[in-house]
């Protein structure tokens, strides 16, 4: 198949960008925090703060980076937290309409996240959009990582059908745009979720405060 076969495609990212979870990350980042007796994060400050590898983040916070212990411990608070909130979460205004517009147009999408996979699969199910994408990934391996080499296996599996240079990686994260370039895709960042619009300008890709902003950039980048 030639490269002009190949349809535009969008790898979408989960927490924070299709999915409107910024009060369930904070709430669990801070039941993390109160293990260890640190202060409770506004939004503001995560945003300002936040990076992955998420080991790193904390190190921000508390002047060094959490022993293995206090890794393992924030660790597992923060899932439980989260899991207990994440059901009042919804997804993001004009989800639906953007992901079946898209389709509409003749082009693919994928979903990406480093949510876990055997959660993130229900979760996806549940909102009745698991239609819409070509192939949904999760993360199978320890919390805590990079999402650079998740994103080449993901784009590798997707086959032929998808070429990088006509991929647009749409998320909330400076990381998301790091594992894009290294993957050879681009990638546009979107402000409503873990990162300030400073951080995510320093990256050096498009910037968007609404996703169908970001689908907009993203049809004109892969065409």
Not at 64 to 85: G, I, K, N, S
Not at 137 to 142: C, E, F, I
Request: glycine share 10%; net charge negative.
């Amino acid at each position: 198949m030639g490269k002009q076969q190949v349809a535009a495609h969008i790898v979408w990212d989960w927490n924070g960008t299709l999915l409107d979870d910024n009060d369930a990350i904070i709430g669990a980042t801070n039941a993390a925090f109160a293990e260890l007796g640190l202060e409770p994060l506004t939004l503001e400050r995560y945003r300002a703060l936040y990076c992955v590898p998420v080991p790193k983040f904390y190190e921000r916070l508390m002047g060094r980076l959490p022993t293995d212990a206090e890794w393992e411990l924030m660790d597992e608070v923060f899932h439980r937290y989260y899991a207990q909130h994440r059901v009042r979460c919804g997804l993001t205004d004009g989800v639906v309409e953007l992901l079946t517009g898209w389709r509409s147009a003749g082009h693919s999408q994928s979903l990406l996240s480093m949510y876990l996979h055997e959660e993130l699969v229900p979760v996806v199910r549940g909102f009745g959009i698991e239609p819409h994408f070509v192939r949904v990934d999760g993360r199978v391996g320890p919390s805590g990582g990079s999402k650079a080499e998740h994103m080449v296996r993901h784009l590798a599996a997707l086959g032929k059908s998808v070429d990088p240079a006509r991929t647009v990686v749409i998320g909330d994260a400076a990381d998301d745009a790091v594992a894009a370039l290294h993957a050879g895709a681009r990638a546009v960042l979107y402000t409503g979720g873990s990162h300030s619009r400073a951080s995510l300008e320093a990256v050096g890709v498009p910037v968007v405060d609404t996703l169908a902003e970001a689908v907009e950039v993203a049809s004109r980048a892969a065409a």
